[in-house]
Each structure stands twice: as structure tokens, then as C-alpha cells.
């Protein structure tokens, strides 16, 4: 048995205190998509909310409300945004059987069991924290809207919480 000795960094966290009263503000965006497979950006749109409301310090809380449609955060590069797409393909595929397509065994006549599988990989929801009353995101971030069902009109609930 060896002897490995475990070293920790001791970091000294960053104490704030700020006064204020803890706010909450919402909205429900609704955008429309015009593909099955899209991956839409809507960063603009959620930051112009959260710069709407009085929060300075805090955050948004981004939330889909339909179950064939996630969120993600993610580069916009085109090449990428189209690798993504045939990832989804790859490891979800549409054309094979799943039960939730099968007449005999389900109501839904969509066929769209490949959309509700792949935002079991995405998820549904988002938190960004707001600094300055900005969202607070890497340089290449944005807030894509993961349409795998499409086109259709999808509504996200942004909830902005802090002070």
C-alpha cells in the first residue's frame, strides 16, 4: 500500500452582501420553429428580459414547457449546430421502432417517440446566474432552443429571481 499524499487548495470564497429585497419576475416567450430538428438560438430574447426587470443580482431560470422540445447551452457555429443535429440522429435515429409510435400500444399519432427520447438527453430546463443585471455567460454560450418535433410554436418560461 502506497502513501499518496492529498494535497487541497484552500480558496477563499468571495463574500458579497448586498441589501435588497428578493424579487421575482416571469414571463412566457413563445417562438415558432420551422424544421423537426432545429437549435435556435434565444439568448437575445431571454437577456432582454432579464435587463427589463429590476434584478441586479440573482438568476434566470429557463424552462421548456413541452415535452419533444430542451434547452441547451451551446455555440452557435453553424458546423456545429449541424453535428449536433446528426448526433441526435446518431444515437436517437427516427426510422427504428419504438413503442411509443406503435398504433397498438400508444394514442399518439405523431410518431415522435425519437423527439420526446432526445430531450430525455437535453433536458428541460436551465439556470444562468445574473451578474449586474446581465446574464452571465462564457464568450460562446448561447441559450438554444431544441426543437425535435417541429415546426411548431413553443413556449419557454423565463423566472428571474434575486435582488
Not at 458579497?16 to 420553429?33: M, P, R
Not at 410518431?111 to 446574464?135: E, W
Request: hydrophobic content about 40%.
Amino acid at each position: 500500500m502506497s502513501n499518496l499524499a492529498l494535497s487541497a487548495v484552500e480558496v477563499q470564497p468571495k463574500v458579497e452582501t448586498k441589501e435588497g429585497t428578493y424579487k421575482i419576475a416571469s414571463t412566457t416567450l413563445v417562438f415558432s420553429t420551422t424544421e423537426r430538428i432545429e437549435l435556435k438560438s434565444i439568448t437575445r430574447e431571454i437577456d432582454a428580459f432579464v435587463r427589463q426587470t429590476p434584478i441586479r443580482d440573482g438568476v434566470v431560470q429557463v424552462s421548456s414547457l413541452h415535452t419533444t422540445a430542451g434547452l441547451m447551452l451551446n455555440e452557435t457555429q453553424g458546423a456545429l449546430l449541424s453535428d449536433i443535429s446528426s448526433f441526435f440522429e446518431q444515437i436517437i435515429p427516427r426510422g427504428v421502432y419504438y413503442k411509443h409510435n406503435d398504433p397498438l400500444l400508444s394514442d399518439c399519432d405523431r410518431k415522435n417517440a425519437d423527439a420526446h427520447l432526445r430531450v430525455v438527453v437535453v433536458g428541460h430546463s436551465l439556470s444562468i446566474p445574473i451578474v449586474d443585471g446581465k446574464l452571465k455567460l462564457g464568450t460562446w454560450q448561447n441559450v438554444l432552443l431544441t426543437e425535435f418535433d417541429g415546426p411548431n410554436n413553443r413556449k419557454i418560461h423565463v423566472q428571474v429571481m434575486g435582488i
